[in-house]
T-cell receptor, first 113, second 116 residues
């Protein structure tokens, strides 16, 4: 089956720093999603990407769909304490009947004030 | 109510109890999912329902029994659980296309289950 490698597993940064995390896949996707999960809550969809090379922003967040269709990255600029949480990537090949989302293992982000 | 709601938010149960988790989606979606999230582990897909029909059961033990009476409601019936079943149980919904391909999944807040 498809595998997603998400890195880094955890990050400890100072408030105001920029953050970058990425996901790589063993096979191609045509949809990449990025979620954030706050402690004790469910994941919330941050950004959805549908086209190779696509670069999409949501406030201080920017995500890109890799040209090879096997990777995606998420950048957070000027981090603030409320950015703390677990960030998940998810990929899907939607043309396939019954295609499922495949989730990465998450990046735990800690922001020190 | 908006989005995906789950009740209860917290549940403590003994190994001999029977309880049910409830999920309701207010997004007009046609697919619903149950996930298990244990500490320091990735999300584990348990069950998928498309158009109220179960389309996936990821080798989940029979002590977990899902029920989908309509496209807006999803239940997870629990009985004779084990302590290792303690986890956050997440419900999600999406708009699947006719070929069964999923759209973006929207999650509920989860039920934190503790089995004693």
């Amino acid at each position: 089956g498809q595998q997603l490698n998400q890195s880094p597993q955890s990050m400890f940064i100072q408030e105001g720093e920029d953050v970058s995390m990425n996901c790589t896949s063993s096979s191609i996707f045509n949809t990449w999603l990025w979620y954030k999960q706050d402690p004790g809550e469910g994941p919330v969809l941050l950004i959805a990407l549908y086209k190779a090379g696509e670069l999409t922003s949501n406030g201080r967040l920017t995500a890109q769909f890799g040209i090879t269709r096997k990777d995606s990255f998420l950048n957070i600029s000027a981090s603030i304490p409320s950015d703390v949480g677990i960030y998940f990537c998810a990929g899907q090949l939607r043309e396939t009947s019954g295609s499922r989302l495949t989730f990465g293992e998450g990046t735990q982000l800690t922001v020190n004030p | 109510e908006t989005g995906v709601t789950q009740t209860p938010r917290h549940l403590v149960m003994g190994m001999t109890n029977k309880k049910s988790l409830k999920c309701e989606q207010h997004l007009g979606h046609n697919a619903m999912y149950w996930y298990k999230q244990s500490a320091k582990k990735p999300l584990e897909l348990m069950f998928v329902y498309n158009f109220k029909e179960q389309t996936e059961n990821n080798s989940v033990p029979s002590r977990f029994s899902p029920e989908c009476p309509n496209s807006s409601h999803l239940f997870l019936h629990l009985h004779t659980l084990q302590p290792e079943d303690s986890a956050l149980y997440l419900c999600a919904s999406s708009q699947a296309d006719l070929a069964g391909g999923e759209g973006e999944q929207y999650f509920g807040p989860g039920t934190r289950l503790t089995v004693t």
